[in-house]
């Protein structure tokens, strides 16, 4: 790539004052880096549309100026484009679908799994009976409850099960436990794994607030990743990059004609 050859680093990762750099490429590189970030991002939203409770991932840009040392690089400071990966939980439709342990939340919050290396946060609740009568994901993960493993055993097969919008599960007029939903204080610190389960990064996992969230049995949470609004920005997205590149290379031409010059002077 060009971009390489014109670019004089210094320790820092930018160009140095000393350096003949041109630090329009700065931009145009920086741009392109932060375009193909956002390509990772909508098609991993496009891979997942039709995933339960799957919570699309934002790419939020900004431009940020070079800080050159005094006396250094040019008088006016030169913008690079940084980005970050957010995700978004909004709300995704709720699709009824008659599982009598699928279900779907509404409002705040997480159902909680029991992961391989500890506790996991999911809005993914598309659940199932294991062989020993465990409530699990369809990665056998564990759905946790009030108090520990919701296990729902031979009450499963003996009668219906009802769970209610606290999460509440009874079965006939015996209470068999509470699906537990919990919240983190600060969503955007969750560091995802796989699809639909999100680790909670070192904070406290607490149980939310009645009356935050409903649960909706017999349901699912769709994708909040719409394909259409993804398809667009992915186009929009393939045509910033090609453009990013062109000016790249373009910049890149007039420094190697601009040092040829130099040397037949």
Do not use: C, W
Not at 89 to 100: E, K, L, R, Y
């Amino acid at each position: 790539m060009p971009v390489a050859s014109s670019i004089p680093l210094d320790g820092d990762g930018f160009g140095d004052g000393d350096n003949p750099v041109n630090h329009a490429i700065y931009s145009t590189a920086s741009g392109s880096l932060s375009a193909l970030d956002r390509l990772d991002a909508i098609t991993h939203n496009l891979a997942n549309a039709s995933t339960p409770g799957f919570k699309a991932q934002l790419v939020v840009q900004g431009a940020h100026p070079i800080q050159h040392a005094q006396g250094k690089g040019p008088s006016v400071s030169t913008p690079i484009n940084r980005s970050r990966v957010e995700t978004d939980f909004s709300q995704g439709s709720i699709v009824p679908d008659g599982d009598a342990f699928h279900l779907a939340l509404s409002g705040e919050g997480f159902f909680v799994v029991d992961g391989p290396t500890g506790e996991r946060l999911t809005r993914r609740g598309s659940f199932s009976l294991d062989e020993q009568g465990f409530l699990v994901t369809s990665d056998g993960m564990r759905v946790q409850g009030d108090g520990g493993n919701v296990a729902l055993g031979d009450a499963a097969t003996d009668g219906t099960i009802e769970i209610s919008p606290d999460g509440t599960i009874q079965a006939g007029e015996n209470r068999l436990g509470r699906v537990r939903v919990a919240t983190v204080a600060d969503p955007q610190s969750l560091v995802r794994e796989g699809s639909a389960v999100f680790a909670p990064n070192g904070q406290t996992i607490s149980d939310a607030a009645d009356g935050t969230f409903h649960v909706r049995q017999g349901a699912l949470e769709s994708s909040n990743a719409t394909p259409i609004t993804n398809l667009v920005a992915l186009i929009e997205t393939m045509r910033g990059f090609e453009a990013y590149m062109t000016a790249t290379t373009r910049i890149d031409q007039v420094n190697e004609r601009t040092i040829n010059d130099v040397a037949r002077t």
